[in-house]
């Protein structure tokens, strides 16, 4: 069984907390990632979230949304939760990250 809610850490050393999912899926937490491209110091994000409530096989795929502290930029997740072969909850995710720019024609490069 997968339960989002706890502390999770990744291969990077990001790590992020998932406050109680209520009972339509919803929840917040924070986000502090190891890793920016910015030369601000990195502070601990907000999240906010959903999860889809568990299919028969019991794989609860979510998404959430970053809002970084630092920096003028959003990231968005979504993924799903595995137990491993030995027991072991794993997320897989993916992710986007979009930064302001300064004008329509420099839209191009704010998503990456």
């Not at 999912?21 to 917040?28: A, I, P």
């Not at 030369?39 to 794989?59: D, M, T």
């Not at 979504?78 to 491993?84: A, N």
Request: net charge positive; hydrophobic share 35%; aromatic share 10%.
């Amino acid at each position: 069984q997968c339960i989002l809610t706890g502390t999770w850490v990744n291969e990077l050393g990001s790590n992020m907390t998932i406050n109680a999912v209520n009972g339509r899926g919803e929840f917040s937490g924070t986000y502090y990632t190891a890793v920016t491209a910015t030369n601000n110091a990195i502070k601990r994000s907000p999240l906010q979230g959903s999860q889809h409530r568990k299919n028969q096989r019991n794989k609860a795929t979510f998404g959430f949304t970053v809002n970084w502290s630092f920096s003028d930029s959003i990231t968005v997740f979504t993924g799903q939760c595995f137990v491993d072969k030995n027991g072991n909850e794993v997320l897989k995710t993916m992710w986007l990250l979009r930064g302001d720019v300064d004008s329509i024609d420099d839209d191009w490069k704010a998503t990456r």
